[in-house]
């Protein structure tokens, strides 16, 4: 079986998590404080805030934008249902922009329409969480300059995103967003097993969200509303969450840390090597932004419309000869629980045609050359069977 994604961990990965847990703490310790500075310092952001899931580093960032029940938040529908989940847990609405046909991230186009559509009808939106898809950074630049003039905030949900690059400079430096946010589930690019982080160049919405990721509770003199009457003494100022990281998940995580860019670099070179054998195959390859590195932590092909209608039995195939494909992702506003909130089909006809044709392929550091060549064939053998029915028999 070959997964379409796998965590590669190291010996020295194994030491540090060992090592933690001969220490003293075990729970969020000095080691979540290396990791939130090694990953700061990587992307060129001023805070960040490790928690147990990206999803949890969702909730704490919008939360400390203050999205509220009268508030709206904006998604991509081509993403995982956290980057939408997060605006319900705080009791705001969602809704969706469509998505770029080339690079599946939202595209700033529908983005600026659909922003004039919504002053005019006095319904704008108070923050959008931007995607990048596959790891590929969405045009960030061009976002943030049509969303500011609306005064709107900016979350950029990076889960698949750490180790790329967006005009030379290291997603995650929060140049055009208030927040950034990463997951470290072992599919993505590093991993904590499970866990998440949250990046920003704010203060005050760095402390926010600490605040946040631990009950509400401070024992910090200067933030409480009374002198403290002895050192046992904190005080919970708002209604926080226990989000926080244990110093064993981030010891794997620091650990990971030093390989980002190794691993990206592997996946970019297995990227190039699938472009290559794919290249007379009916299908298109992932397309690449100018001055934007991706993390590849997805390949992602999109079947042209001759084979779109097999998609199915292309994934069939694949999956019964141990081949691990997947598609990313099922649009978002046609799970069960959106479509009671009003979504339907034909929402979004770009989000909805992309997933039609979407097929993701294995991909990650230890891929090796031969399973490279194992997902190719299979896929060219089940693209050269004439009829469904040597598939279904196969
Ligand atoms: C994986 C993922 C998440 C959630 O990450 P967890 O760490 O599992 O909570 C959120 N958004 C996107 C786009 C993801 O791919």
Known sequence: MIPYGRQEIS???VESVISVLQSEYLTQGPVVEKFEN?????????????????????????????LGHDDIL?????????????ARY?????????IDPDTFNICPDAL????????????????????HMGGQSADMERISCVVRPYGIRIVEDASHAIGGYYHGRPVGNCEFSDITVFS???????TTAEGGMALTNSEELASKMKLLRSHGITRDQSIMTRTASGSWYYEQLELGWNYRMSDIHAALGLSQANRISNFVERRNRLASVYDELLDELPVDIPGRQKNTVSSFHLYIIRLKDE???????????????????NIHYIPVHLQPYYRALGFREGDYPIAEDYYSRALTIPLFPN????????????????????????????
């Not at 705080?90 to 469509?98: E, L, N, P, R």
């Open 74 to 86: 904006w998604t991509s529908p081509i993403t995982f249902v956290a980057s939408a989940n997060c």
């Open 38 to 66: 090694y990953i700061a310092d990587f992307c060129n952001s001023k805070y960040s805030v490790a928690v147990n899931s990206a999803t949890s580093a969702l909730h704490i960032a919008v939360a400390s934008l203050e």
């Open 112 to 131: 600026n329409e659909k922003l004039e559509h919504a002053q005019r009808a006095g319904r704008l939106p108070s923050v959008i969480v931007v995607v």
């Open 90 to 98: 705080c009791g705001a609405s969602v809704d969706f922009i469509d």
């Open 11 to 13: 010996k020295s990965d």
């Open 184 to 190: 470290f589930h072992p599919v993505k690019i590093i």
């Open 307 to 325: 084979l779109s209608v097999r998609q199915r039995e292309i994934f069939g195939f694949l999956s019964s000869k141990g081949i691990g494909v």
């Open 367 to 394: 891929l090796s050359s031969e399973q490279q060549l194992e997902v190719v064939h299979a896929l060219k053998t089940v693209i050269n069977q004439s009829s469904s029915m040597d598939s279904l028999a196969a």
